[in-house]
């Protein structure tokens, strides 16, 4: 696995990220990490590092610059602009089109909290490059559009504690128009820190991208 820090340059932005690519990806997943989080949250690259077991690339990128993050009143407003953090997505999955090493692989995206409205808007705006999306105690329910220009699957995985997030995902998925699916994770909160929790997170996801991500 090659992995390399790279400079993903987006409309407004040159955002730090990490990316993880074998010689023989079968595609890559773009991580939207939530509110308060990073490229270097550990939950998320405990999902990353599984995804390559499977053959799969990884791009972990920070939403907002260095400087925005080092801000902490500016971070706060910033990380809960979901229509910002959409458009900075959607820099990445063009920047993963035109990159050398990645252009052509079909693309997943991961988003955790409101990360994961990020990608619902992301992919509902880029239908022909994102094929799948996985939500972690996503909060789907603030996409910038709705949920009904999604047009790719999507699995949604909400810990049996969180009541609030179950709530929204079953909501959201009688909005859908596309294949979907709600994994709720018994005796799992938010973060996922129970003992096994993370680990049922990351069996479904490679499950979720190894069935709707191309080749």
């Not at 789907?140 to 929204?168: F, K, N, Q, Y």
Request: hydrophobic fraction near 45%; proline fraction near 5%; glycine fraction near 12%.
């Amino acid at each position: 696995m090659d992995v390399r820090d790279v400079t993903v340059k987006t409309g407004d932005a040159e955002l730090p990220g990490d990316l993880a690519l074998a010689p023989e990806a079968a595609g890559v997943v773009l991580f939207a990490h939530g509110s308060g989080s990073s490229r270097h949250s550990p939950r998320n690259r405990t999902v990353a590092e599984a995804l390559h077991r499977s053959g799969f690339g990884t791009l972990l990128i920070d939403l907002l610059t260095d400087e925005e993050g080092r801000r902490d009143e500016v971070a706060r407003d910033l990380r809960f602009d979901i229509s910002l953090l959409t458009r900075r997505l959607i820099g990445a999955i063009d920047w993963l089109a035109t990159s050398e090493r990645t252009a052509g692989l079909p693309v997943g995206l991961f988003g955790a909290s409101t990360g994961a409205a990020a990608a619902v808007g992301a992919a509902s705006e880029r239908p022909d490059q994102v094929y799948a999306i996985v939500s972690r105690g996503g909060r789907v329910d603030l996409a910038p559009d709705g949920l009904g220009a999604l047009s790719c699957p999507i699995l949604m995985i909400a810990g049996g504690l969180d009541e609030p997030i179950v709530r929204i995902s079953f909501e959201a998925q009688r909005e859908l128009h596309v294949a979907s699916d709600v994994h709720v994770i018994p005796e799992a909160t938010h973060l996922f820190e129970e003992p096994g929790a993370m680990e049922q997170v990351t069996g479904a996801a490679m499950g979720w991208f190894r069935d709707h991500l191309p080749g």
